[in-house]
């Protein structure tokens, strides 16, 4: 007898994006819950060829997909109305320039089919594959997550689902919260100031590529002299506070999260004078200054960072043989190129963590005082964790700070680190697979559920509720307080508790937790050591 | 070949050990017995360079540890099982083991000395794969002894193995440790089971209040009144 009901709990996870997006959300979401479902199952099967644990998962993956429909179908006939808009309207197709106009019932229709049948067929090949050998599998699941991730952005442009933004800032945290997993997670020092290091990344590159003090280097090269600054800064940062554990590096941290962008507003008159002689190098002015030497700006005070206003426009990357404006034009090339950063920084963590230093970082986290008995200099390997974690955020700001074009210290404020934080908690602390589902549904959340939430429940307020509404207080109150958005910290910190309570080690524990639990089985198997000895 | 001059150990204004002289020569087992407090981790802590002495010198083979960095005395050829064990509990058996190994480079011999562990330990490679923290006691012991043999040390630190065992368990661990000693390691042994360790043990030192009170061949300790009533248990 098969049980439905990870099929169902996973139908209804994702039935719940599609009530808030209805429409071609349909095709991807059904596709994904039917992926999941199918992993699902075909990790419990009980069977053992791969045909065979593939049929089994067919129903359980129409029964999430169709829940996926039910959700679009419930957008499109009971949302839609209640949030003002009109039953029938026109969705357009986009095919580079040229636009193709759909009916939305039609759009529904074609959406229903093939989010069912992919769902179904999702979760048939997801669980089938679970009955290959380990490193078969490995390989088929990585071939299906790159069509996947190759094929999704086309489909999204084409069809016009605005999401692309969304998805480009999910990656880019995904690249951020891969860096603190290296600190937090594999060498086990708590950092709440991460959001320092995007900052000196993002200002790395805007600096080297704007007009703010007239440097406009490549794009290419500024990525990695923001990773070089990064983990200089990480440097920096370690090498006086690492003798402190804990509680105590987390505050040191948590100062450092917070200083690092004041320093940034203030950088607004900076002038380099040789203290002694008081000759000056950088930002004077000529005519004022007796004894100069000025190498730079010499017109006056430099302006580093512009304070409030922010450095902009940051210069885009530059491919040779393509279009100037390709990194303009749209979301696609960002996608791809942040996709590539992503990959290579998984690959290079994955290589640090199955070397020597991987090993001392875990040893540290295990245990710092037998650690430092195996011959592991404590002091080195937990700078070699700050450099690094800072080296991907470093990657990770310079890559915002082309993208968004602008920067501000505004941004990189404290919720950022605590908001990466809860991503790698979330997803499991030391498993770079979980991190990136931690961080897909954390950012996800924040970027495209939640502003999708507060725009239909405007419009539910403005065409069902509020015409019905005659007190002039409650009308107040259900127009302006309840904006999902300003309950987001709330919320991350509400999952957070729930996570520490029911599962403590995160969605996808590691390797090693998951390890531990299999090991305890077989112990309880064996008779413990004292028991076989005292029966002699 | 391991000695100890005068060394002086604070712990901020605690003077906790006020001038300690020992020495363990090669292939022997010395044990250092003393009650709670009287500073036998603290002296085994000194050697390794987890604390500085104040005063005073440790030498290995008339190389001067004082001033070496705590990780690199390992590879000296110092190596200890610590008190409380602090085996990495996450971690496999084996990459337990791996650990002791970190500070070598030697590929064919941590694979020689993994197998040598394996011998004196059968219990442990029954446990290969199987998590740290998931070892009762005993293999626990054996696995930090196992860890600290995988340096290869020259002086093997053993710090209170018996702590936390059953009585036969640490028969067991003794005679595993007089094995360890017949194949040719020097061992430093810290014990407060010091019926124990003077049964095994060739020489011992008594150790009270920061300072050393006797010494001697371990028969001789046995039998001083002093160390029966005290150490002992015995009027």
Known sequence: MLKLRPALTIGLAAAFVTFLFGGWSIVV???????????NYGQRSLKRTPREIGQEAIVPGLVAAGMVVLGGVVFSYVVTPAVGKPLAYSLFLKFGKTAVRMDYFFVLMISIVAGVLLGALASWYMASIQGLPEHTRRARLIIVLVVFL???????????MQWMAAVITVQIFILLALGLNIVVGYAGLLDLGYAAFFAIGAYTAGLLN??????SWNFWLVIWIAAAVGSVAGL????????LRGDYLAIVTLGFGEIVPVVF???????LREPITRICFVGCDPVKEVRNACLYACTGPLDLTAGEKGINPIGRPLIPFTPENLFGANYLPWYFLILVLILFSIFLIRRMHQSRIGRAWMAIREDELAASQMGIDPVKTKLMAFAMGATFSGFAGAFYGSYISAIFPGVFDFSVSVIVLCMVILGGLGNMVGVIIGGILIMGTDRLFLPQMATLLKGFMTATVLPNVSHPALRDFLTFSLDPIQFRLMLFGLVLVIMMIVRPEGLVPSAERRAELHAGDEAAGAPPLEAEVAAH | MLELKDVHTYYGNIHALKGISLTVDDGEIVTLIGSNGAGKTTTLRTIQGLIRPRHGTITLNGEDLTKVPAHEITSKGVSQSPEGRLIFPRMTVKENLEMGAFARKDKDGIKRDMERVFTVFPRLK?????????????????????????????VLLLDEPSMGLSPILVEQIFKIISELHAQGTTILLVEQNARMALSIASRGY????????LQGPAARLRDDEDVRKTYLGEH
Not at chain 2, 127 to 149: D, N
């Open chain 2, 206 to 213: 008594v150790l009270q209040t920061g300072e050393i009170r």
């Open chain 1, 265 to 271: 507003r203030n950088l607004i008159t900076v002038t």
């Open chain 1, 29 to 39: 979401i059904g596709l994904l819950a039917g992926a999941m479902t199918g992993l």
């Open chain 1, 210 to 215: 704007s007009p703010q003090i007239d440097i």
């Open chain 1, 236 to 243: 920096a940062l370690g090498a006086p506070t690492l003798r």
């Open chain 2, 126 to 154: 029954e446990r290969i794969s199987q998590k740290g923290g998931t070892l009762s006691g005993g293999e626990q012991q054996m696995l930090a002894m196992g860890r600290a043999l995988m340096a290869n040390p020259r």
């Open chain 1, 150 to 160: 190759l094929i999704f952005p086309f489909f999204e442009q084409i069809t016009n």
